[in-house]
């Protein structure tokens, strides 16, 4: 069946240093994709989004990347902070109002 | 409020007992979601809702889930005699218009534990 997942199930990265958190999706019917970010005990929170008509689209200190050919999504997350330290879903809307998330990462920000 | 509100934050119930879990969406939202988180997981959708009426429930389970949302804001997830397999942490989500043009703003969820 169609599916969103992730390469990776952590990643550790030192402080100051970029991320680059990466997602695979397989439904080519997907026009609209989300990052999310998850902290312990709450709920996902909108990082950045980012349409299929489209190869890249920035936000403050995050970029993410869409290549429609080998169906991947990808998060880079500047000058990384502890702050960021959370597990973060790629989401795509494949069907109509119905987000598919991926499995999730970890990324963890060693000072 | 400000928020997605979520009540109850945590709820332990035993294997065969009702259970309630009641989402208060963000004011002015018209779509609202039911979503199921399990430990390592990402959310699994469940239901959603434009309005008064559920759009979509081809996420349910089975049929001991069951959602209402009877005057187009708060509603409430439904779990009929419930399973251990029903432990999870239950997101809901609303929107303004819906996934394909903004985003969804989750509450903190409710974590049901079935023993």
């Known amino acids: 069946g169609e599916s969103v997942g992730l390469h990776l199930p952590t990643l550790s990265v030192q402080e100051g240093d970029n991320s680059i958190i990466n997602c695979a999706y397989s439904?080519?019917?997907?026009?609209?994709f989300i990052w999310y970010k998850q902290e312990s005990g709450k709920g996902p929170q909108f990082i950045i989004d980012?349409?299929?008509?489209?190869d890249k689209r920035q936000g403050q200190r995050v970029t993410v990347l869409l290549n429609k050919t080998v169906k991947h999504l990808s998060l880079q997350i500047a000058a990384t902070q502890p702050g960021d330290s959370a597990v973060y879903f790629c989401?795509?809307?494949?069907?109509?109002?119905?987000?598919?998330f991926g499995k999730g990462i970890t990324l963890s920000v060693r000072p | 409020g400000a928020g997605v509100s979520q009540t109850p934050s945590n709820k332990v119930t035993e294997k065969g007992k009702y259970v309630e879990l009641r989402c208060d969406p963000i004011?002015?939202?018209?779509?609202l979601y039911w979503y199921r988180q399990s430990l390592g997981q990402g959310p699994e959708f469940l239901i959603y809702?434009?309005?008064?009426?559920?759009?979509?429930d081809s996420g349910l389970p089975n049929d001991r889930f069951f959602a209402v949302r009877p005057e187009g804001s708060v509603s409430t997830l439904k779990i009929q005699r419930t399973e251990r397999g029903d432990s999870a942490v239950y997101l809901c989500?609303?929107?303004?218009?819906?996934?394909?043009?903004?985003?969804?703003?989750f509450g903190e969820g409710s974590r049901l534990t079935v023993l």
């Open positions: 989500a609303s929107s303004l218009w819906g996934t394909s043009t903004g985003e969804l703003f």
């Open positions: 439904n080519s019917a997907s026009d609209y």
């Open positions: 980012i349409r299929s008509n489209m």
């Open positions: 989401a795509e809307n494949g069907a109509e109002s119905k987000l598919t």
């Open positions: 004011s002015g939202h018209t779509a």
């Open positions: 809702f434009q309005g008064t009426g559920a759009a979509d």
